[in-house]
């Protein structure tokens, strides 16, 4: 029997926890305007300012030019949300946490994401659900029926986040899988899904033998080729279409490049970061089309004994529903052979190594249901395994922790 002590001690226990939930559920329910005051101070340059010198609030409302409403209603949510804290002398400044917003690139590029991409078009999740249609991109007035089609011509500041947030994850893993790819070393790769060409780039500076084919949808596929620029272009300004030169001795030598390739009658492509060399056009590829066509579009990707072929697939199927999948899978697998390694690099949530990884995983899933397409997710490791399974390949090797961010590499060949 409980004496009167015990059941008190056990309803004040609850009651505690109780009292913490509840703080915890606020953070949830005002979330979206704690995170509007986070990108107020950063666009006002408060966060900035304080994280450089402890301020007064006066201090802040002259040197940021602000009134006095703006500054004291921003300091009273950023100090409850643990983003400034104030001393005894009552001097403001950035807290670890706010920190992170200005100085860690990936919190950056997952917020300015967030911000510029998901947060209108997140008020519709529950109808693109319903829809499994991303009815949030309506709220940038796109009439599309995914972000893909209409990627190049999105808003500037809202491709440029999409750009940033998509590359830096992504860039990270290519020397690490350019490795692995490469032993034993193809003869023809081909990138399924390459968006802006920067994975052809790294092939291209990491082999001066393979042929690199690059296929995406059309839209993309003209970013690609005007990010790589055609030689040809005027140099008498010492400016390309596309990239100026640093300076008079790259000039020239582009101009030898220039001469040397119509020498030889080979049309050449430059990179943008133009670092002293050129390649063959006959070793890069475009192939514009739509995979989610019903017919198999896709080239020839079989290799021969001595001459083999990989397929590399980069945050490129959590793209696609589970059904979509399989059909890309299965139509990969019809135009392969057994010299061929087809490769699926992905941040599968389940094979995270740090929580905040996992979570930001996982509410990435929402970004493809209201914004890009309304049925794709990020996936675990175990769900495109079952995938594969059912697809006419199979998974051959795994390799895991791939660059800074856990990727998980998949070899699969045909089953």
């Known amino acids: 029997m409980q004496t009167k002590r015990e059941t008190y001690r056990r309803e004040r226990k609850n009651k505690t926890s109780k009292v913490e939930v509840l703080t915890e559920a606020q953070k949830i329910a005002f979330a979206p305007m704690t995170f509007q005051t986070l990108a107020a101070l950063i666009d006002f340059n408060i966060l900035q300012a304080v ?242 066509k019903e017919e198999n579009n896709l080239p020839d990707m079989t290799g021969t004994d001595g001459a083999s072929t990989i397929v590399l697939m980069s945050q490129f199927l959590d793209c696609f529903s589970e059904e979509q999948i399989l059909r890309i899978l299965n139509k990969v697998g019809e135009r392969i052979n057994e010299h061929t390694r087809v490769y699926i690099l992905e941040p599968f949530i389940d094979n995270q190594f740090f929580a905040g990884a996992a979570y930001a995983l996982s509410h990435i899933s929402l970004y493809f249901t209201c914004m890009a397409n309304g049925c794709s997710k990020m996936y675990n490791e175990a769900d495109m395994k079952d995938i594969i399974k059912n697809s006419n390949l199979k998974v051959s090797k795994a390799y895991y922790n791939i660059g800074k961010y856990d990727y998980t590499l998949l070899e699969c060949v045909k089953a």
């Open 51 to 292: 994280s450089e010198t402890p301020m007064t609030r006066e201090q802040v409302m002259e040197k940021c030019n602000l009134p006095k409403y703006t500054v004291f209603t921003l300091f009273d949510v950023a100090l409850c949300a643990g983003i400034l804290q104030k001393d005894e002398d009552g001097l403001y400044s950035a807290t670890p946490l706010g920190e992170a917003f200005l100085l860690d690139p990936m919190t950056k590029a997952n917020f300015n994401f967030v911000k510029d991409v998901c947060y209108l078009g997140a008020h519709e999740l529950k109808e693109s659900f319903e829809k499994n249609a991303p009815v949030g991109l309506q709220k940038h007035h796109i009439n599309s029926k995914t972000i893909y089609e209409v990627l190049p011509q999105l808003p500037e500041q809202m491709l440029k986040s999409w750009y940033e947030f998509d590359h830096y994850y992504s860039d990270d893993c290519f020397g690490e899988v350019l490795k692995i790819m490469f032993n034993p070393k193809p003869a023809k790769v081909f990138d399924i899904g390459g968006n802006t060409g920067k994975f052809e780039r790294a092939c291209l500076d990491f082999d001066s033998e393979c042929e690199v084919n690059m296929i995406d949808l059309p839209p993309n596929i003209e970013v690609a080729r005007a990010d790589f620029g055609k030689c040809g272009v005027e140099y008498t300004q010492c400016t390309s279409e596309h990239v100026p030169c640093k300076s008079s001795t790259e000039c020239d030598l582009r101009k030898q490049i220039e001469t040397e390739c119509k020498n030889f009658e080979l049309p050449i492509i430059q990179d943008t970061d133009f670092d002293g060399h050129a390649v063959a056009l006959d070793r890069l590829k475009f192939h514009a089309l739509d995979i989610l």
